[in-house]
């Protein structure tokens, strides 16, 4: 079951997922080593790949919020985690989608640090509390992107599609 | 039931009769803007392509700009070597809309497409910045988007699966006082409606206040409705902006505005009188952290930071001019300016306003972002304050996680430069 590697407070800038001063590195090949770099602890334990697949990272309101750097992204992407949080910055939430990051809407999520939590198709289930929460929609409109596996190979099928008119 | 001047502009960009908040189109996109983050976005381009055995061709290279200013000049051997692949790729595909580290057309990128004229009323324009939202003081549909977005952009000529954004109307009356403007009526706005309070929405300006403001005024506040969570702020086109694209940007083709629907629907009305307003101040570590400056006057500041495509153009230098004209950076009190572009930068100086900053004492640097985000330089100290007319403070925004940041006003930086505290400057 995965468990919450951590849980976030509201308004978590792309700035603290991925600081600025490392932007001039881009390949998602490469990013993830500077995943939360300001938060020492959990950067080394993240780099240290303390944390199974599928592990959690649990946001409150607003995750995600400022720049549009897609290395915020790519960086946690990297790790496979998920993350689930109350909502999502706009932004983040599409690059989220184009990048096959997986994430959750979960408006009422309570949850801490080693929680383990079972994502269904439509409730976030705390195992360790026995509490369970439902979830929001991703945006429909998204929803051919998500099937593709991500905004690359959906945008290839339209570009073939259209040579192929 | 009409439409929101978003929603019209969706509407002709999709090719559609009429949309409504919620539907989903797919807007055929007039411009689309990357900074250095374009190393990104040929990467994932490239990688659109792959296996297709089509060759990498971008749509249309004259509806692409790129424009250097995150990291201007290289800070790293890292950075130079992107710079130095964009520039390649630029080359190789002709595109125009190019702008390199100069001290004439170079500048940063939301200064750079209103003054070059790349933005026009109407427009639907993507950008891989957040900041985006800027353009909307042209009476464009202008938002941010990721880099692996802007790829399918360049590959397809258009967005997909865009919903279409409910829209927040924002009416403003009044007249500002002296030393107060449009960057404490957006920061008083962003602290009202909180950091997720626009989110998914788009804010539409309107207001005697609003047309009376100048084109660089409405850039600052379209600028900051991203702080808000807005996808974009937005000044439908009116005479102001005919204007400014005539007589700034030297636009001579016909610039038709488009304007909302009498009888549109928004989500929400918020009215604002600005008779009143005080100089505003956002406190660490939150851009919603709004608080009137009297609050927090006093607090000792490090660094005094003026400039960015907040407000980093002529009338934000000449409000700062006037205040430190022929007085000094306090002792213990450095001070940055960074005009928005090259042009203003010349503006600048021809009027005497970087001469006076540089006898204050102010250190006058190239334009481009500058410490904005950290990521080039004037790094601040542990437990420094910067107070600066940027526009974000999150925690180790200008690159130390250890330090202070409060956004403000080209009046209150320059107020407070000269006392060395927070300062409100209709007490200076």
């Not at chain 2, 999709?14 to 190393?39: R, T």
């Not at chain 2, 950075?79 to 520039?87: L, S, V, Y």
């Not at chain 2, 990128?109 to 993507?126: A, N, S, T």
């Not at chain 2, 008083?188 to 539409?204: D, H, P, S």
Request: glycine share 10%; hydrophobic share 40%.
């Amino acid at each position: 079951m995965p468990k919450v590697i951590i849980k976030l407070e509201n308004d978590i800038s792309t700035d603290d997922i991925y600081p600025g001063r490392y932007m001039a590195t881009v390949l998602p090949s490469e990013t993830p080593q500077f995943a939360f770099a300001d938060r020492t602890d959990f950067n080394s334990r993240l780099r240290a790949k303390e944390f199974g697949v599928g592990s959690i990272i649990v946001g409150g309101e607003n995750f995600g919020c400022g720049s549009s750097r897609e290395q915020a992204c790519s960086t946690l992407k990297g790790y496979d985690v998920a993350v689930v949080a109350k909502s999502i910055a706009r932004i983040f939430l599409q690059n989220s989608i184009n990048l096959g990051l997986q994430v959750v809407l979960c408006p009422e999520i309570e949850a801490t640090e080693g929680d383990e939590l079972q994502i269904t198709e439509d409730r976030v289930l705390n195992t360790t509390t026995g509490k369970a929460f439902n979830q929001v929609k991703l945006p429909a409109a998204r929803k051919g992107i998500m099937d593709a596996g991500g905004l690359i190979p959906y945008t290839r099928k339209l570009l073939l599609a259209r040579v192929q008119g | 039931m009409g439409m929101t001047v978003v929603e019209k502009i969706l509407a002709r960009a999709a090719g559609l009769q009429s949309v409504s908040a919620g539907d989903v189109v797919e807007p055929k996109v007039d411009l689309a803007m990357s900074h250095e983050n374009a190393a990104l976005v040929i990467n994932q381009f490239v990688e659109v392509f792959q296996g297709t055995g089509l060759e990498p061709v971008i749509w249309d290279p004259a509806r692409i700009a790129i424009i250097f200013d995150h990291r201007i000049p290289a800070e790293s051997p890292k950075t130079a070597t992107n710079q130095k692949k964009i520039r390649e790729f630029v080359a190789a595909n002709g595109i125009t809309k190019f702008h390199d580290i100069r001290g004439d057309v170079g500048g940063i990128c939301h200064q750079i497409l209103p003054e070059y004229g790349y933005v026009r009323p109407g427009y639907v324009v993507v950008g891989t910045d957040s900041h985006t939202t800027t353009h909307g003081a042209l009476g464009a549909f202008s938002f941010g988007i990721g880099a692996t977005e802007m790829a399918s952009v360049w590959s397809l000529g258009y967005a997909v699966n865009i919903e279409v954004p409910a829209t927040i109307k924002v009416v403003v009356n009044g007249e500002f006082p002296p030393f107060v403007g449009p960057k404490d009526l957006i920061l008083k706005l962003i602290g009202m409606l909180t950091a997720q309070g626009a989110n998914y929405k788009v804010l539409e300006f309107h207001g005697e206040t609003i047309r009376k403001m100048s084109t660089s005024g409405r850039i600052a506040i379209c600028n900051m409705s991203v702080e808000a969570g807005a996808t974009s702020g937005i000044v439908p086109g009116d005479e102001e902006t005919v204007r400014y694209l005539r007589d700034e940007s030297g636009v001579e083709e016909a610039i038709p505005c488009v304007v909302p629907d009498p009888d549109a629907a928004y989500v929400r009305t918020i009215e604002i009188n600005v008779s009143n307003l005080e100089p505003q101040i956002a406190c660490p570590h939150t851009v919603d952290n709004v608080k009137p400056v009297q609050e927090v006057a006093g607090r000792k500041v490090q660094q005094i930071v003026i400039g960015s495509c907040t407000n980093g153009r002529l009338d934000d230098l000449a409000a700062a001019a006037d205040i430190l004209r022929g007085k000094k950076v306090a002792e213990g009190t450095r001070m940055l300016v960074f005009p928005a572009s090259g042009k203003i930068f010349a503006q600048a100086l021809d009027k005497g306003y970087l001469h006076d900053f540089m006898k204050a004492g102010a250190v006058v640097m190239n334009s481009g972002c500058g410490p904005c985000l950290g990521v080039h330089e004037g790094a601040l100290g542990d437990d420094e304050t910067a107070l600066s007319t940027t526009n974000r403070n999150f925690k180790g925004r200008m690159g130390n996680p250890k330090s202070q940041v409060f956004l403000c006003s080209p009046s209150v930086a320059a107020a407070s430069a000269i006392t060395g505290v927070i300062t409100d400057p209709r007490n200076s």
